[in-house]
């Protein structure tokens, strides 16, 4: 496998999180496109037709793309984030306390970073957008 990337789903407020993420994680995005700038001949797939995401790609690392949208008519099933979470390994406890403290404002803290007993610096929240994320640093560079 060369990579495994997030991809995200709102329910119209993906701009106002990839926003939030991009000041988060200091990056521009890769890509971001509304559902009215879709070519004509392309609408077969995207009806839409309003300033909702169509996509949205940040780089946050070499290696991983935070992706997103806005939910559409295509999704049939309602959006959940309670069977996920988004975990990121640090390189230093200051970035592990700086990435928890800035996407837990405005959403809630259910574990604060802390040592744990497998070794780990760790903490877990869902952020105001509903994304469960969890921030750890382990000096022994295993996850």
Known sequence: MKR????????????DAFNFYRVVFGKDFKYFGRYKDVPEKDKIIFHESDDKIMHVSLPIS???ILMGCDIT????????SNNFSLYI????????????NELSTGGKIEMPM???FWGSYYGILTDKFGINWKITFNSNTEE
């Open 89 to 100: 390994n640090t390189d230093s406890r200051e970035e592990a306390d700086r990435l928890f």
């Open 4 to 15: 495994l990337n997030p991809y995200l789903f709102f329910n119209g407020n993906c701009e």
């Open 114 to 116: 802390n040592h744990t």
């Open 62 to 64: 070499a290696e991983t």
């Open 73 to 80: 008519e295509i999704y049939k099933e309602p959006i959940s």
